[in-house]
């Protein structure tokens, strides 16, 4: 099973394009926040049309499962089929457990505790639009970056994926693995 990790698209459609493009096809995609809207401190992308993105999302293939980011809000939900406006999402794939969060609202420390307490492998987070992964815990922390606003050094666009017990985050300009780690 192929588990598709995106957050931070940000009404960006090109960067979805770019992300499922790299990511081949998938199981079902995780998307960690930040949908439709561009947000007050990022730039607008040349290619933002939240509204292609929406039609492009409800229109995807596989199931997305959407936690809430800080830029996500009751209008974004009118456009989309599924639904985005919870701070938590989790599902249970291939024996894995994940959480999807935004990771804006609660500490780090909170959610690895509530994580660990539940049993849950993996916590899929957003927000800093810096891909990485790390293990607190017991629990692996994976942040799959941005696929349309990087800003980790170097801002190229990045998304990931699980498969047979590893996450690998893509660079999705050279398609190279940018980091990769065992859960």
């Known amino acids: 099973m192929r588990i598709g990790l995106v957050s931070d698209t940000h009404g960006d459609p090109v960067g979805w394009e770019r992300a499922i493009s790299a990511l081949g096809e998938v199981d079902i995609m995780l998307h960690a926040g930040d949908v439709l809207y561009h947000g007050i401190f990022n730039p607008i992308t040349e290619s933002y ?39 938590f999402a989790f599902a249970w794939c291939d024996g894995v457990k994940i ?11 909170y959610i690895v505790k509530l994580a660990s307490r539940s049993g849950i492998d ?16 017991g629990v692996t922390v994976v942040n799959a970056g941005s696929c349309s606003l990087p ?15 590893v996450i690998r985050i893509l660079n ?9 780690q065992n859960i």
């Open 49 to 87: 049309d939240p509204r292609r993105l929406a039609e492009m999302l409800n229109s995807y293939k596989a199931p997305v499962v959407h936690a809430r980011g800080n830029c996500d809000s009751e209008v974004d939900q009118l456009a989309l089929n599924n639904h985005i406006l919870s701070d």
């Open 99 to 109: 959480l999807v969060t935004h990771g804006h609202k609660y500490p780090e420390e």
């Open 122 to 137: 993996l916590i899929h987070v957003g927000h800093t639009h810096a891909p990485l992964i790390k293990s607190l815990d």
């Open 151 to 165: 800003k980790q050094p170097g801002e190229f666009p990045t998304a990931g994926y699980l498969e047979d017990g």
């Open 172 to 180: 999705l300009i050279t398609g190279e693995i940018f980091l990769e």
